[in-house]
C-alpha cells in the first residue's frame, strides 16, 4: 500500500533535503494542518462501511483529539499524546475482525484526506511511510497471555460483545431458520418477536450476562415440537445456523466454540432425552 501511495501521490530524494528543514510535523503545517487533517479524516472513515463498524459506539470527539495528539507526535510535533500503544490500543479490534484489508482502506484515507488539504506529494509520501510503519503492531492482537486474562475475567456475553452483539446474533439467526426448509415449519404461526426477545433473554443468560430470562426450561419449552418430530438432525441443523451466524458477525473462532459448547449442552433437554 505505501508503494501504491509513493506512486500516486510522490516521495523519494526530496524527502532527505525537507528533513533538514524542520520536522515533518512543521513542514505540514503544524497543529492547523493536523486537527483538520483528523477531522476530514474522521469524515472520510465514518462515511465507509468497509471501516465504520469499527467506531460504534467510540466517542469521537475524544478519538480525534487523541488521533490528533498522536499524529503530532508521530510526525516529529511537541509529545503529548498519553494514550496505549499501537497493540494493546486496537487489540480489541483485531479480536472484532480489524486485519490487513481495513488497515488498506485506513491509508486510502489518508491519502485522500492529505491530497483535500492539498499537501505535497512527498509530504503525503512521507506521513503514508510512517503511518505503513504502524501496521504490524496495530494487527498485532492480544498476547497469548492477555487472551487467557481476558477469558477469565470477562464472561462469554461481555466477550462476545454484550447485548447489541446478542441482540444482532438473535435476528440474523431467525433470518437463517425461517428460511430453511429443513427446520421453519417448527415456527409456523410462532409471534417472531416474542420469540426473538424470549431466546435474546435466554442467551443473554446463557452465556453469563445480566439473568432476565423468565421463560420455560428447555425440556418443557419444546416438549410440543419433539411431538411434531423434532429430532437430532433438526439440531444439528440449528447449530448449523448458530455457527453461520456469529460467523457472520465476525465472532472469534474460539468465542463460536464457546458459543455452541453452550448450545449444544441443551440438545438432551431440548429433545426430552
Known sequence: MFGLLKKLFGGSSEVAQDEAKGSL?????GDGAVDAAVDIFYRKVLADDRVNQFFEGVDMDKQATKQKAFLTMAFGGPHNYTGEDMRKGHA??????????????IMEHLGGTLTELNVPGD??????????????DVLAGYTDEEKAAKAGS?????????????NAAVDIFY???????????????VDMDKQATKQKAFLTMAFGGPHNYTGEDMRKGHAHLVAKGLNDTHFDVIMEHLGGTLTELNV????????A????????????R
Open 175 to 189: 433470518r437463517k431458520v425461517l428460511a430453511d426448509d429443513r427446520v421453519n415449519q417448527f415456527f409456523e404461526n
Open 123 to 136: 509530504l503525503i509520501g512521507e506521513a503514508a511511510a510512517i503511518a505503513e510503519s504502524t501496521r504490524a
Open 154 to 166: 470477562q464472561t462469554l456475553f461481555e466477550r462476545i460483545g454484550g447485548d447489541a452483539a446478542v
Open 261 to 272: 459448547a453452550i448450545a449444544e449442552s441443551t440438545r438432551g433437554d431440548v429433545l426430552g
Open 25 to 29: 510535523f512543521e513542514r505540514i503545517g
Open 92 to 105: 480489541h479490534l483485531v479480536a472484532n475482525g480489524l486485519n490487513s484489508g481495513h488497515f488498506d482502506v
Open 252 to 259: 472469534p473462532g474460539d468465542l463460536i466454540g464457546e458459543a
